[in-house]
């Protein structure tokens, strides 16, 4: 079957760094998505991974790798509207997005 | 970058009625998706909205409860039929190309009482 894990919780601090880890097996990769979520919104885009290797953007850069399954999600300079819920989701051969069931993060001063 | 409006944004409903929820995209998209989520929860796909064709359904998910519609490449609908309060949830539309990132509307709260 198709399956994303990524933690459920996390906490960081004011101004700190975080990395949010995700695994995946899926049929077929088609690139790999990260989504921020407050609560109470839709899903934003925040970035996509189709190669190895790291993609800056800002604050936050995301970060492939293909043969090992996993990509992580890394938060700079963390700012208390950065408390959201993060989402992973690899798009499959079927270029069906496969979601993750999502990383809360909590942000405090 | 597609703009998705999604209404309505909220609704309170009497069990045993019908809701029917509407996505416009400012632009033409090849896939159009329909989501369920429950609060704390993650996505959960209902359908693939499909251009002239029948929706393609996932797996609990069936036409006589959600029928969908999708009569051009830039509108959808998702009715959710016969309603209890186990349908209570937020409904999400998405669209996108292949190969570029999905956009989502705004999302429907529905509440069915």
């Known amino acids: 079957g198709q399956n994303i894990d990524q933690p459920t919780e996390m906490t960081a601090t004011e101004g700190a760094i975080v990395q949010i880890n995700c695994t995946y097996q899926?049929?077929?990769?088609?690139?790999l998505f990260w989504y921020q979520q407050h609560a109470g919104e839709a899903p934003t885009f925040l970035s996509y991974?189709?190669l190895d290797g790291l993609e800056e953007k800002g604050r936050f850069s995301s970060f492939l790798s293909r043969s090992k399954g996993y990509s992580y999600l890394l938060l700079k300079e963390l700012q208390m509207k950065d408390s959201a819920s993060y989402l992973c989701?690899?798009?499959?051969?079927?270029?069906?997005?496969?979601w993750g069931a999502g990383t809360k993060l909590i942000i405090k001063p | 970058s597609a703009v998705i409006s999604q209404k309505p944004s909220r609704d309170i409903c009497q069990r045993g009625t019908s809701l029917t929820i509407q996505c416009q995209v400012d632009?033409?998209?090849?896939?159009m998706f329909w989501y369920r989520q429950q609060p704390g929860q993650s996505l959960t796909l209902i359908a693939t909205?499909?251009?002239?064709?029948?929706?393609?359904?996932e797996s609990g998910f069936v036409i006589d409860k959600f029928p969908i519609s999708r009569p051009n490449l830039t509108f959808s609908t998702l009715t959710v039929s016969n309603m209890s309060p186990e349908d209570s949830s937020i409904y999400l539309c998405?669209?996108?190309?292949?190969?570029?990132?999905?956009?989502f509307g705004q999302g429907t709260r529905l509440t069915v009482v």
């Open positions: 632009s033409q998209v090849t896939m």
């Open positions: 899926t049929s077929g990769f088609n690139g």
């Open positions: 909205a499909n251009q002239g064709s029948e929706a393609t359904y």
């Open positions: 998405s669209a996108g190309q292949e190969n570029t990132e999905a956009f």
């Open positions: 991974n189709v």
């Open positions: 989701a690899v798009r499959d051969s079927n270029y069906q997005l496969i």
